[in-house]
């Protein structure tokens, strides 16, 4: 059975890979029904390939998936991370007909990674807007990044002690807030939104240039560079059909871990200065920036006053990067493919309905 849904699971030296178990096990133990249809990618920031199988509290023998180290450049233990260059070099090997990212951190509710793949099946929309949650209820815990750590730790210690059933209800009853910018509908022209799960169909990716290189991407998400696309689309009016998951269609949990920038030190600075040449023309060669992020570095801020905020969006920053670059495919030739891309994709809906109708006759 060829996969629906291809995610692409990034394990950063960060987090203990304990997480990882437990983002797997959301796969084996509570979305069994999912794994023929699913292929996973793991991508290991540093060499931890051969040391996740002992973290699993659960059998993978169904899972269908490949776990890669990537190689990056290591600084004081800390990788040089560039999450698109990797996602480029496994492009051709991701099969589904959709694709995901992940981290750790995230755990899938009971069943609903088959009702989202058959969700995609039926709908086949281009674009569909996860519904990641935070544990806690109180929106004093909701200030960017903190979430609930008590509420968070009740699912992971059901996780580990190896009390599934226990896990499986509690995602169902276990207060959670809703992701910044979320909203239950996507309003005409909407592209406001942040979300850290999306489900996209690998050949509209193809068609809008998601998968080019625009240059380094060190330190950056794939969320912002989705958001920023989806502004450049819609300003062409190629905006595509896009929806967002309800919980009982799609639901993972953002459970708690620290979180210490390490990735910006002064080793790590000096790393950017003795390989500047490389990354001419991006802000990580900014060594004023560098200073303010190594003297804020695991600092509690407005989200728009942290430093690397401006690293990612401000001028020659990554998110500026990645939008010029997709403005300027789809002014140099883009623009005529997707419109292509999306008359073609027309016509295989009509076609598969028309084929539907007559089968059931």
């Known amino acids: 059975m060829t996969p629906t849904l291809t995610l692409i699971l990034f394990v950063d030296v960060e987090k203990p890979l304990r997480m990882t178990g437990r983002f797997v096990e959301s796969l084996t133990r509570l979305n069994a029904e999912s794994l023929p249809k699913l292929q996973l990618i793991v991508l290991c920031q540093g060499d931890q390939a051969d040391e996740l199988t002992p973290s699993f509290a659960c059998d993978t ?13 290591m600084v004081e233990g800390y990788p040089v991370w560039d999450v698109i260059e990797q996602t ?3 492009w051709d090997f991701v099969v589904g007909q959709y694709v995901g990212w992940a981290h750790p951190e995230f755990f899938f509710a009971g069943d609903r990674l088959i009702r989202t793949i058959r969700y995609l099946e039926e709908f086949r929309p281009h674009l569909a807007i996860g519904n990641l949650r935070r544990p806690g209820n109180d929106p004093q815990q909701w200030k960017f990044p903190s979430c609930s750590r008590d509420v968070s730790d009740v699912l992971a210690r059901a996780l580990d002690r190896g009390d599934f059933e226990r896990a499986r209800d509690y995602c169902e009853i276990m207060p959670t807030r809703e992701w910044m910018y979320w909203s239950p509908l996507p309003k005409p022209g909407d592209s406001a939104w942040l979300e850290d ?9 193809d068609a809008i240039g998601f998968s080019r290189d625009y240059g380094p991407m060190p330190f950056q998400d794939v969320y912002d560079l989705m958001q920023v696309t989806i502004e450049q689309l819609r300003k062409r009016a190629l905006m595509p059909r896009s929806v967002r998951l309800s919980q009982e269609t799609n639901l993972a949990i953002h459970l708690w871990h620290p979180k210490g920038w390490c990735s910006f030190t002064p080793e790590m600075r000096d790393y950017f200065r003795a390989h500047a040449d490389k990354y001419r023309g991006t802000r990580l060669i900014d ?3 560098w200073d303010r992020l190594i003297a804020c570095r695991g600092a509690h801020m407005p989200k728009d006053e942290q430093p690397v905020i401006h690293l990612r969006r401000g001028p020659a920053g990554t998110v500026t990067r990645f939008a010029l670059g997709i403005a300027e495919y789809l002014k140099r030739g883009g623009r005529e493919t997707v419109q ?13 309905r028309k084929a539907l109708a007559v089968a059931s006759q």
């Open 287 to 289: 060594w004023q920036l």
């Open 340 to 352: 292509q891309y999306y008359r073609e994709f027309a016509a295989g809906q009509k076609t598969s």
């Open 197 to 205: 799960i999306f489900f996209a169909r690998k050949d509209w990716l």
């Open 61 to 73: 023998s169904g899972l269908n998936w490949t776990v890669l180290n990537c190689g990056h450049d």
């Open 88 to 90: 480029r070099r496994v």
